[in-house]
T-cell receptor, first 111, second 113 residues
Framework: SQTIHQWPATLVQPVGSPLSLECTVEGTSNPNLYWYRQAAGRGLQLLFYSVGIGQISSEVPQNLSASRPQDRQFILSSKKLLLSDSGFYLC??????????FGDGTRLSIL | GENVEQHPSTLSVQEGDSAVIKCTYSDSASNYFPWYKQELGKRPQLIIDIRSNVGEKKDQRIAVTLNKTAKHFSLHITETQPEDSAVYFCAASPREYGNKLVFGAGTILRVKS
């Protein structure tokens, strides 16, 4: 069966520091991959999605970037974090005729 | 692009009562409508979904109805239990599975025992 792993679970970073969040999927090939951000008490905002290695689409202008160096690996990065980057970051995957399934998320706090 | 509106933003019901959450969408090309449940601090989990060639789908105490003409769909939870308390999100996709989902803002459901 397919599983999705996301880490770290929580992260506290100072303003201006870099960021790297990683997501990997097991048990499937060529999945669609997604990064979402959820502010406290708010809905899900799609940040990036990818349909294949090296193919990244950005949904909103922001301080973040995404990369997909391998088929089942999706990385969310920033060179310099802002206070407004705080939130709950969720990775999700889908493949073929399957709906999206979410990872456990990373709670990012910027100080 | 697609826009999904969800109502109500909060809903309180007594244990055993039914709960209904409604969503409207704008893009008539949307043909896939999932519902997710998110407990506090946890990931959203798919609870039920429906495709545009079906008007209603049921899974035990949960059902979803779709009205393509009016472009709205609803989640129905019967015999609510305290463990149904969570945030519920609807979503719509212009293409079938595997593509972008546009989410509603969410409904906080509280089931009072």
């Amino acid at each position: 069966s397919q599983t999705i792993h996301q880490w770290p679970a929580t992260l506290v970073q100072p303003v201006g520091s870099p960021l790297s969040l990683e997501c990997t999927v097991e048990g499937t090939s060529n999945p669609n991959l997604y990064w979402y951000r959820q502010a406290a008490g708010r809905g899900l905002q799609l940040l990036f999605y990818s349909v294949g290695i090296g193919q990244i689409s950005s949904e909103v202008p922001q301080n973040l970037s995404a990369s997909r160096p391998q088929d089942r690996q999706f990385i969310l990065s920033s060179k310099k974090l802002l206070l407004s980057d705080s939130g709950f970051y969720l990775c999700a995957w889908s493949a073929g005729a399957q709906p999206q399934h979410f990872g456990d998320g990373t709670r990012l706090s910027i100080l | 692009g697609e826009n999904v509106e969800q109502h109500p933003s909060t809903l309180s019901v007594q244990e055993g009562d039914s709960a209904v959450i409604k969503c409207t969408y704008s893009d008539s090309a949307s043909n896939y409508f999932p519902w997710y449940k998110q407990e506090l601090g946890k990931r959203p989990q798919l609870i039920i979904d429906i495709r545009s060639n079906v008007g209603e789908k049921k899974d035990q105490r949960i059902a979803v109805t779709l009205n393509k003409t009016a472009k709205h769909f609803s989640l129905h939870i019967t015999e609510t239990q305290p463990e149904d308390s969570a945030v519920y999100f609807c979503a719509a996709s212009p293409r079938e599975y595997g593509n972008k989902l546009v989410f509603g803002a969410g409904t906080i459901l509280r089931v009072k025992s």
